[in-house]
């Protein structure tokens, strides 16, 4: 049962963007869901799954991805790349992702603009990269060859950060613009992650939205995050934040209709209320997609245009913040989870 919805008179064709088809609206795959996703095939476009849980031969991990991948489009990211690290990735790594690959066979494979390993030492986190000429030299060279090696397209996302480097040369729209457009690579496009490095960073997330290759998003994400005044921490274990659904009809607006994926890892609630929430972003969506029809239609750009507004604002400013009241807990999400 793949969903494929009958077409809509109302919307722009779901074509495909540098080969990666316009798959709807999706949910990340997650271990408490697996039953009464096989028993009860819940009405969804297509689930996302981690690939660092699945880079087995065998057992009970690749039973229900094969049942799973029956009824509906699947995709795949992964959280251990680490593509701008001092080391490039193992080629063992690269050799299961790629056997995974073969199997499942996704119209694309997603990683993140991030660095996680050094020195031997896997750091399984996803570490913000310095936006160097030095670090686009190296992931774009990495990004091809993992492409090529792969066979399929990869897309890498933006990550949240609470860091920033004194080394960087640009700011992190830039960083991931050109390093997707040099290495013919798509955009993972997580919109709650803009808006977390917005609120920690202090930029207006407008402007990072407006400034990237919007015919390179091939998928975006939603999460919710958490509110600690100071900062935000990117727990996606709540429901989409109010701002970020504003950010996403944006970034629809732009784009168009991009596969969508609503991650929830942390405080997993029931799946309906997972549901919920993507019958929202499909809401949404439709609505942002609508307007580019009408907007077009009336000989208008479709796309809407880009007003500069002010940064997220603190709801405590970092020097009124009590002692110790930094990221001691928390950080970025997505890491592979065990099985039960
Ligand atoms: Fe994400």
Not at 34 to 49: C, G, N, T
Not at 193 to 201: E, G, K, M, R, T
Not at 274 to 300: C, K, Q
Not at 327 to 332: E, F, I, L, M
Request: negative net charge; aromatic residues 8%.
């Amino acid at each position: 049962m793949n969903q494929d919805p009958a077409p809509d008179p109302t919307q722009e064709p779901r074509g495909a963007r540098l080969g990666c088809p316009d798959l709807g609206v999706g949910i990340g795959l997650r271990v408490p869901h697996y039953r009464q996703i096989l028993s009860e095939a819940p009405k969804v476009d297509f689930f996302e799954v981690i690939s660092e849980n699945f880079m087995v031969p065998g057992g009970r991990p690749r039973y229900h991805l094969d049942a799973v991948r029956e009824r509906y489009h699947i995709v795949q990211h992964g959280v251990s790349l680490a593509i701008g690290s001092p080391t490039p990735p193992s080629k063992d790594y690269l050799l299961r992702l790629k056997a995974l690959v073969s199997e499942v066979k996704p119209p694309w494979v997603s990683d993140h603009f991030c660095w996680g390993q050094a020195r031997g030492m896997h750091l399984h986190d996803l570490l913000p990269m310095p936006y160097t000429r030095a670090a686009i030299e190296r992931v774009v060279a990495r990004a091809k060859a993992i492409q090529d090696t792969l066979g399929v397209r990869l897309a890498l996302e933006n990550t949240s950060s609470y860091l920033t480097y004194t080394q960087s040369q640009m700011t992190e729209w830039e960083f991931i613009s050109e390093v997707a457009e040099r290495a013919d690579i798509g955009l993972m496009f997580d919109v709650n992650n803009v808006y977390v490095s917005a609120y920690n960073h202090g930029f207006d997330p407008y402007e990072f939205i407006h400034h990237v290759p919007h015919h390179r998003i091939v998928q975006i994400h939603l999460a919710g995050h958490t509110q600690r005044g100071t900062h935000i921490l990117d727990t996606h274990s709540a429901e989409v934040a109010d701002p970020v659904w504003d950010l996403y009809r944006e970034t629809i607006g732009l784009a168009g209709p991009v596969s969508t994926l609503i991650e929830w890892d942390d405080d997993i609630p029931p799946l309906e209320r997972v549901l919920e929430e993507a019958e929202r972003a499909r809401a949404v969506r439709d609505g942002a997609v609508s307007a580019r029809v009408e907007r077009a239609a009336r000989g208008l750009n479709p796309a809407p245009r880009f007003v500069p507004r002010a940064p997220p604002e603190r709801r405590v400013a970092p020097a009124e913040a009590p002692h110790g009241a930094g990221w001691s807990v928390g950080g970025p999400r997505e890491l592979a989870y065990g099985e039960p």
